[in-house]
């Protein structure tokens, strides 16, 4: 439901704009190099992921409920993967010891 009601009973509509690669500044897709990492945002997370070119995903590892974990998620501007959460590269940094992924992971994950 996205409609609220203000005092009065006047109707106020919430509207959520869907994010599209054209509305973001993100690097765009075909500029992304394989094996290199990328500073950007999921929704409004910030993180730091890895290009996988072949498999035009993002890999990237996160601690969830205290294990470390790989995960992958595709380019904002993919739009044939369904629902799932993309991920907006917006700067190409120097990776620090916490963000790298070894060769193995990188190529093994999802």
Same mark, same amino acid.
């Given at each position: 439901?996205?409609?609220?009601?203000?005092?009065?009973?006047?109707?106020?509509?919430?509207?959520?704009?869907?994010?599209?690669a054209s509305t973001t500044n993100g690097l765009a897709l075909e500029t992304l190099e394989h094996g290199a990492y990328y500073a950007g945002k999921i929704g409004v997370t910030s993180m730091v992921a890895r290009w996988h070119a072949k498999k035009r995903r993002f890999v990237f590892g996160e601690f969830s409920l205290?294990?470390?974990?790989?995960?992958? &998620? %595709?380019?904002?501007?993919?739009?044939?993967?369904?629902?799932?959460?993309?991920?907006?590269? &917006? %700067?190409?940094?120097e990776p620090k010891d916490a963000h790298r992924i070894s060769d193995y992971a990188f190529e093994t994950a999802g």
């Open positions: 439901m996205n409609q609220f009601a203000l005092r009065g009973g006047q109707p106020f509509t919430l509207d959520t704009p869907a994010v599209s205290g294990q470390y974990q790989l995960k992958s &998620l %595709a380019h904002i501007a993919d739009s044939g993967r369904g629902t799932e959460d993309r991920f907006i590269p &917006l %700067a190409r940094p």
